[in-house]
């Protein structure tokens, strides 16, 4: 029972390290968006507003950032078989 509490908890830890990279990442990723070319100006994104407000769809740079992050996990998944 204990072995198995072990095992338990090692996978736990290891889950925790890989999400806290994850949200390193993604911090990272804000950090320098401002420093990427074209990232939310591409075409496809719609901005439209008022006086006061404004409303900004990411249509196009959704896209890119989804074929982007399907390449990562397929590539990912490939290299761990």
Do not use: C, H, K
């Not at 806290?20 to 993604?26: D, E, S």
């Not at 409303?55 to 490939?78: C, D, E, H, N, Q």
Request: glycine fraction near 12%; proline fraction near 4%; charge should be positive.
């Amino acid at each position: 029972m204990r072995q198995l509490m072990r095992m338990e908890i090692a996978q736990l830890g290891r889950v925790l390290l890989v999400v806290g990279i994850l949200f390193a990442a993604a911090g990272l990723a804000l950090v320098v968006a401002d420093r990427v070319p074209l990232f939310g100006r591409l075409p496809g994104d719609v901005s439209f507003g008022g006086g006061n407000w404004t409303v900004y769809l990411p249509i196009g740079t959704s896209i890119v950032l989804s074929l982007l992050l399907t390449a990562a996990f397929s590539l990912a998944s490939w290299l761990r078989r």
